[in-house]
């Protein structure tokens, strides 16, 4: 295992994880995966920690993708095995941290990077950052949920083009398409970030997690609208409902 993969820091209240494997342009391994895992684990179980924010280290790359090295051997079996322990670990254990994940794209956002970035709750990509799903270019597709993330961001037509082409689309283009939340000059990313971060963190963290859960619950069918009601009524009662009710009803600003 490589010395260290990651950089972490908790400051007011957000939770920062930085990769850093720089001189393979971040790529993800499987030793990155785990350490990414576990910082993120540490974040859901601090109490200290309100919001994350998640992006790699240079101003080249965020993430430019699995690291082909590791699997460009492999057959059906070792590749649904690799898949089926990534999505578990990282991508699905993201999407479902019930504390918000913001992706700070500093540079390439490539396959695994992408589907990385897409797993987090919100992007704000550097005005230099590229996006794209090469998959198809490698005679793969994505494995880390692309194919499924992708659509419900930017629309089915917009993914298949992504997809199907393996283009990459530049930060203004992912900003028009819904792909990402904001683009920034690279040099205020992270100031942006931390503003997105305050802005949810003023906000009462039970009512964060259950609208996480309740939007995961959005696929257009009734299902999604009786998890969101059972959602809405768990919130009432909570020490973050009184406090919010209260705070408006004595005109003052809630504390959470
Ligand atoms: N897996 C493993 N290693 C990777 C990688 C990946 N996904 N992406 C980049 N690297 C490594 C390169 O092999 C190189 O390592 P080396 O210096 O030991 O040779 C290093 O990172 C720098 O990358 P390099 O290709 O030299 O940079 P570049 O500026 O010429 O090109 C990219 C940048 C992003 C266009 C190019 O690296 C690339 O296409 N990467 C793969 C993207 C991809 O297909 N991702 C999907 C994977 S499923």
Same mark, same amino acid.
């Given at each position: 295992m490589e010395a260290?993969?990651?950089?972490?820091?908790?400051? $007011?209240?957000? @939770?920062w994880l930085k990769i850093n494997r720089e001189g393979k342009l971040n790529a993800l391994n499987r030793d990155l995966i785990d350490e990414i895992h576990d910082h993120l684990a540490d974040f859901q179980s601090d109490p200290n920690v309100r919001v994350i924010i998640l992006t790699g280290s240079g101003d080249k790359a965020f993430v430019a993708g699995a690291d082909i090295t590791e699997f460009s051997r492999f057959g059906p079996? &070792?590749?649904? %095995?690799?898949?089926?322990y990534g999505n578990q670990v990282l991508f699905d254990f993201i999407a479902q941290l019930t504390k918000p994940v913001i992706a700070a794209l500093? @540079?390439?956002?490539? @396959?695994?990077?992408? &589907?990385?970035?897409?797993?987090?709750h919100i992007r704000i990509a550097a005005e230099h950052a590229k996006m794209g799903l090469p998959e198809v270019s490698l005679g793969i597709i994505p494995g880390y949920g692309g194919t499924q993330r992708l659509p419900s961001l930017i629309g089915k037509g917009n993914a298949m083009e992504m997809i199907l082409t393996g283009d990459m689309i530049d930060a203004k283009k992912a900003l028009e398409i819904g792909l990402v939340n904001q683009v920034v000059p690279a040099k205020h990313l992270m100031e942006a970030a931390l503003t997105m971060a305050e802005r949810m963190m003023k906000n009462a963290p039970h009512s964060l997690k259950n609208a996480i859960k309740a939007l995961h619950a959005a696929d257009? =069918?009734?299902? @999604?609208?009786? &998890?969101? %009601?059972?959602?809405? =009524? $768990?919130c009432f009662g909570t020490a973050d409902f009184e406090e919010g009710m209260g705070a408006f009803l004595e005109k003052r600003k809630p504390k959470f």
């Amino acid at each position: 295992m490589e010395a260290k993969l990651t950089w972490v820091e908790v400051l $007011d209240n957000v @939770g920062w994880l930085k990769i850093n494997r720089e001189g393979k342009l971040n790529a993800l391994n499987r030793d990155l995966i785990d350490e990414i895992h576990d910082h993120l684990a540490d974040f859901q179980s601090d109490p200290n920690v309100r919001v994350i924010i998640l992006t790699g280290s240079g101003d080249k790359a965020f993430v430019a993708g699995a690291d082909i090295t590791e699997f460009s051997r492999f057959g059906p079996q &070792e590749a649904a %095995a690799l898949v089926q322990y990534g999505n578990q670990v990282l991508f699905d254990f993201i999407a479902q941290l019930t504390k918000p994940v913001i992706a700070a794209l500093n @540079g390439f956002a490539l @396959g695994g990077g992408l &589907e990385l970035a897409m797993a987090c709750h919100i992007r704000i990509a550097a005005e230099h950052a590229k996006m794209g799903l090469p998959e198809v270019s490698l005679g793969i597709i994505p494995g880390y949920g692309g194919t499924q993330r992708l659509p419900s961001l930017i629309g089915k037509g917009n993914a298949m083009e992504m997809i199907l082409t393996g283009d990459m689309i530049d930060a203004k283009k992912a900003l028009e398409i819904g792909l990402v939340n904001q683009v920034v000059p690279a040099k205020h990313l992270m100031e942006a970030a931390l503003t997105m971060a305050e802005r949810m963190m003023k906000n009462a963290p039970h009512s964060l997690k259950n609208a996480i859960k309740a939007l995961h619950a959005a696929d257009g =069918s009734p299902k @999604g609208f009786i &998890e969101e %009601a059972l959602l809405f =009524s $768990d919130c009432f009662g909570t020490a973050d409902f009184e406090e919010g009710m209260g705070a408006f009803l004595e005109k003052r600003k809630p504390k959470f």
